[in-house]
C-alpha cells in the first residue's frame, strides 16, 4: 500500500488485477476473500480459488469466436473453372471447429449461469407435461428436470421479480443460439453425406452465421466475475 493510498484504494487496487472468473471474490477485512476449495491430488491437499462455470465457458466462447471473427469465408474458397472449393481444406476446417467451439460454450455458459442464480429456497410449480398432474420442484429438481427455456421464461423471471424475455429481441438471439449448439451437437444425416446446394448442412449453417457474436467480452478482462448470492 503506497502512504497516498488509503484501505480502501487499496482493497480497489487488488480487487481490479485478479483473474475475472472466479466463482466469488471480493472486498473483506482490509484485503480479499473468497470461496475456495480444497482437493485431495496424488497425496496431498491443495486449495484454490473457486472458479465460476459460465466464466470459464464464457472465456472458451470468446477465445472460439476471436480466432475466426476477422475471417472473410468467401477467401477460405479457390476459384476454378470447373467451380470453387478450398485448395486447401485446413482453413475451412479450423473454423468449423472454433466456431463449433464458439456456440457450445457460449450456449453452456448460459445454462451454467440460469442454474446458478436460482435462489436457495426457491420453488417452481408447473403442470408435469407426461401426466397432466400439478408437480412442485424444489431449487435442485429445477436444475435437473427443467428446460433451460422454461428457467428463462418462467423461473427466473418469477425468482427475481423482472420480465420474461419472450418477444425481445434477446430471446430470438438465443433461439438462434439454441438452433445452432443442437444442430452442432445432434447432427443429421445430411451432415455426414454429399449433398447439393438445395440441402443447408450444419457446415453451411456455420459459414452462413459466420459474423455473428454470441459472445462479446472476455471475463478475465472485463474486471472480476462476482455475483451476489445472498
Known sequence: MTSSETPAERQDRLLETEDGRYYAIDKSGTGLANIATTERIRGANVSFGLPSAPALFLSLAYKAF?????????ELFDTHP????????????????????????????????????????HSYTTVDGKTGQEVTYSRDEIERYVSLDEKLLQV?????????????????????????????????????????????????????NSKIPFCDKHPQTNGPFRVDRH
Open 66 to 74: 476471436t480466432a475466426y471473427r476477422d475471417v472473410d469465408v468467401r
Open 82 to 121: 470447373q467451380g470453387v472449393w478450398p485448395d486447401n481444406q485446413s482453413p475451412l476446417f479450423n473454423f468449423c471447429e472454433q466456431f463449433a467451439a464458439h456456440v457450445v460454450f457460449a450456449f453452456t455458459a448460459l445454462e451454467s449461469v440460469a442454474n446458478e442464480i436460482i435462489p436457495k429456497e
Open 156 to 208: 427466473l423471471p418469477s425468482a427475481l421479480d423482472v420480465s420474461s424475455p419472450k418477444g425481445l429481441h434477446i430471446w430470438r438471439d438465443y433461439k438462434k443460439l439454441k438452433k445452432l449448439r443442437n444442430r452442432i451437437i445432434h447432427l443429421k444425416l445430411t451432415d455426414r453425406q454429399s449433398t447439393g446446394p438445395e440441402i443447408e448442412t450444419v457446415w453451411g449453417d456455420m459459414l452462413r
